[in-house]
Structure formats: C-alpha cells, structure tokens
C-alpha cells in the first residue's frame, strides 16, 4: 500500500504532493514501483495536527482518487463519511480509517452497502493529544481486545467479516517501547483472523532508534517491514514502495521457497 498524501502537514511528505497533478504522478510511480493500493490522504493524523475541514479534505483528495482510480486500487484515508462517500464516488473501492469508525460510524454503513474493504486500526485517544503519556495494561493484549470490539461494531452494522483488515496503529497514542513490542509480538495479532495492515513508514520511533531525519529512514522502515511479514502482517502501507518491494519479495521468497521448488534453480 503507497501512500499518496495531498496535504501540507504530513509528517514526512507535506507539501510535496500537494497539488493533483504532482500527487497523480506520485501514485503512478508507486504503482510502477510495485503498489497494489495506493492510499489517499487530505488530512495529517500526525501527533498535534490540527483538523480539516470536510470541504478542504474533498478539494484535495477528489482530484487525486479520480486521478488514480484506473492506475490502481484507490484507499480513501479519512475518518470522514462525507469525504469517503465522495472519494467511493469517484473509484476508491477501500475506507482506511484511523478511527476505526468511532469518529464517524456511519462509515460502517457505508462500506457495507457498497461491498467495500476497510482497514480498522487502533488508536489511543485522538491525534492531537495520543502522545501525551500513553499507558497499556500489556500494549499487546489492550490493542488485540479494541481490535476485536471494534471488528465486532463494524460486523453488527453489517461489513462482512470478510472485508475487514486490522491494523495496531504503529504511533498512534504509543512510545517506542509500545511500538516495538507490538512488531516483536506481531504474532499475536493474527489470532484475529484477519489480514494484519502495518503502518511503520518513516515514523519517528525509527528515527529515535537510528538518529535519522524523517526523509532517511528507509532502511529503518524496510527493516520493520520485513520483521511484521515475518511475524504475520499482510498490507504494509509505505512511503518508499520500491525499497519495500523488494525487500518483501526476498523476503516472502525466503520463507515459501522461490519459485515453489528447491529444484528449480538460477545462476544469477
Ligand atoms: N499512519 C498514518 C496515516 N494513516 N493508516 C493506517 N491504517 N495505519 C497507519 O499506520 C497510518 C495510517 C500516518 O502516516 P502519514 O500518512 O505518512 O502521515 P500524516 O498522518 O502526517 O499524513
């Protein structure tokens, strides 16, 4: 999964793609690079970031999900009913929602009726206050328990258990330590029965751990990554589709065997 911000204030990329034009160009050479989903975003979830409103979101994301609808599978990243019924209007066919349709639960309506997937993903308290002091029971279990209520909301309003994938919102209302024991004990998570999503991209435990700015942080993410593929996630939503790509096929190559039979073999 690429991710397509058209934003100003995104953590890593605001104001890089924030016209339609640069943002479309940005989601093909994801595609290109190896991105089945491209997800698109018009408002920051970063720690601190102030809300959009529903009119500004539409403007920008609009553009960019009509844009990318026929280059690949399109992701609306909002928590928003108004900007994911529009966004559905115009080819997106998945609802990424950080909220897990606690700000907007009509969402789930709205992904049932039109046969949609949905990403439900876990977070502590809201993006402008989830980093004050974040405190678990076990981060582990607490995460596994809001993931299975919320599964369960999302199935009572009639989203086939089917077309939902979960996702332990890597920086949302956690610290580093919180953040690395949910990739190190990813495992559990696959208890659910669900695909696991994993959001690591450039996020700022990596660059606690490496000392790296937010624009070097490949080789933290693509280390993630291939630890979370390893462990059971599924969707790896990413800035550096290319890096991760690769690292994902060796990866996936090396636990199944590549092509299937140890016979078959290469000399490169
Ligand atoms: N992380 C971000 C945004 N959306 N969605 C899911 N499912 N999982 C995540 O981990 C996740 C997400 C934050 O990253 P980014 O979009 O790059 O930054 P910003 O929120 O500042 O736009």
Request: glycine share 10%.
């Given at each position: 999964?690429g ?6 204030d995104s953590?890593?990329d ?10 479309v160009?940005?989601?093909r ?8 989903i491209?997800?698109v975003?018009g ?21 960019v ?12 990243d ?5 900007v ?12 990424n ?13 709205l992904v049932a ?8 993903m ?13 405190r678990?029971?076990?981060v ?44 190190r ?14 959001g ?22 693509v ?6 593929l ?8 990413v ?24 016979r078959?073999?290469t000399?490169s």
């Amino acid at each position: 999964m690429g991710v397509v911000n058209v934003t100003p204030d995104s953590f890593s990329d605001g104001g890089v793609f924030d016209t339609a034009e640069d943002a479309v160009a940005h989601g093909r050479r994801l595609a290109a690079e190896g991105a089945q989903i491209l997800d698109v975003g018009g408002e920051s979830t970063r720690p601190g970031a102030d809300p959009v409103p529903v009119e500004e979101e539409l403007r920008r994301v609009l553009p960019v999900v009509e844009g990318l609808a026929r280059v690949a599978r399109v992701s609306i990243d909002t928590m928003k009913l108004a900007v994911a019924e529009a966004a559905v209007d115009a080819g997106a066919s998945y609802v990424n929602d950080v909220t897990a349709f606690r700000h907007d639960p009509e969402l789930a309506g709205l992904v049932a009726d039109r046969g949609l997937d949905c990403c439900l993903m876990h977070m502590l308290g809201e993006p402008r206050t989830m980093q004050r002091d974040p405190r678990y029971g076990d981060v582990v279990s607490d995460v596994k328990a809001f993931l299975t209520e919320r599964m369960e909301a999302a199935v009572r309003a009639g989203v086939p258990e089917e077309r939902i994938q979960l996702d332990p919102g890597i920086g949302f209302g956690k610290t580093l330590d919180h953040n690395l024991e949910l990739l190190r004990r990813l495992e559990e998570l696959t208890e659910l029965g669900r695909p696991l999503v994993i959001g690591t991209s450039r996020k700022s435990f990596i660059g606690r751990i490496t000392g790296r700015d937010v624009t070097e942080r490949v080789h933290g993410t693509v280390a993630t990554c291939v630890l979370a593929l390893e462990r059971g996630a599924r969707v790896f939503r990413v800035h550096d589709v290319a890096a991760v790509s690769d690292a994902l096929k060796v990866t996936s190559a090396t636990v199944a065997g590549w092509p299937t039979s140890p016979r078959t073999t290469t000399t490169s």
